[in-house]
């Protein structure tokens, strides 16, 4: 949760209504990822009613990926189910989700049947960043899935004993493998207050995404660098050819300026993708904690 107080008295009302009526104990964690509003005040009060709440505060915000991380390590059911906060995942998928479990299944994913509550240009985006990954991935993400789904307690200790600090979850879900079904569901607007997932927070996610789990990046330069020689190596060979037949005419800088900012622009991509996989590796072997938890109550 991050400044979610003006949904939380909805969000409460229907979470437990669902929990309720299952014949299972449970336990509600809420994580508050260093929230500037009165959102952890609100989730203390709520202890007061929702018995079965636990509140887990962060020492100050360290986005989604690693509070979800923070609350796979609190949680000690059988089975872990991540919900957002906003309750555009519906919580009557739960008993649905336990069905799966005890069929056999570690993993239950819930799948949007469609996308239309988000914009245009989010469903197209999101359409190519499943396109690419899978093309560049080994691990392969499904697609319409986001963080809400049921794991059993092995999955979770898994995840937990993963020791990434640069973390992207959905692709760190994947990469555990395990019986995985799914359940389907259309997703309804957010309730309550507005989406802190800006379009350049997003496409720096769907970047953390391609380069956690793909190194194509880095390889793809190796092969722009030999077509690039090649057509170098070409050109000179035109270039000789031509002096020999024709003699040398007077010499041009137009073409000699667009050739040197050609090659500069392309020398330049290349090594941005690779100062992002040295930032990366700069960024593990620091082993600083995923998270910092202020209290648990």
């Not at 555990?176 to 997932?197: H, K, L, M, N």
Request: charged content about 20%; proline content about 4%; overall charge neutral.
């Amino acid at each position: 949760m991050y400044n979610e107080s003006a949904g939380l008295e909805h969000y409460f009302k229907e979470i437990t209504r669902h929990l309720d009526q299952l014949e299972y104990p449970y336990e509600l964690i809420c994580i508050n990822d260093g929230s500037t509003d009165d959102t952890l005040e609100a989730l203390y009060a709520k202890q007061q009613e929702v018995k079965a709440l636990r509140v887990v505060n962060l020492s100050r915000n360290f986005g989604k990926e690693r509070a979800l991380s923070a609350g796979l390590s609190v949680a000690a059911g059988d089975v872990v189910i991540p919900i957002d906060a906003d309750l555009q995942d519906p919580p009557e998928l739960i008993p649905k989700m336990l069905e799966q479990y005890h069929q056999g299944f570690d993993v239950v994913l819930a799948r949007r049947t469609s996308r239309k509550s988000d914009s245009l240009a989010k469903r197209w985006t999101a359409g190519m960043f499943y396109r690419l990954l899978k093309r560049l991935s080994k691990v392969q993400i499904p697609e319409n899935v986001g963080d809400y789904r049921l794991m059993s307690r092995r999955v979770v200790t898994v995840l937990n004993n993963l020791p990434e600090s640069q973390r992207f979850m959905k692709g760190l879900f994947a990469w555990c493998g395990f019986p995985t079904t799914y359940v389907d569901y259309e997703r309804p607007e957010r309730v309550a207050g507005e989406s802190s997932f800006s379009g350049w927070k997003l496409w720096n996610l769907a970047w953390e995404g391609i380069t956690s789990f793909s190194t194509v990046p880095l390889r793809v330069w190796t092969y722009i660098g030999g077509m690039v020689s090649f057509v170098s190596f070409l050109y000179g060979a035109w270039i000789i050819l031509r002096t020999l037949v024709l003699g040398v005419d007077t010499p041009g800088y137009a073409s000699t300026i667009v050739v040197v900012l050609f090659l500069g622009g392309i020398q330049l991509v290349g090594i941005g993708v690779v100062g992002e996989y040295v930032g990366r590796i700069y960024m593990e072997t620091k082993r600083r904690p995923v998270f910092v938890i202020e209290s648990v109550k």
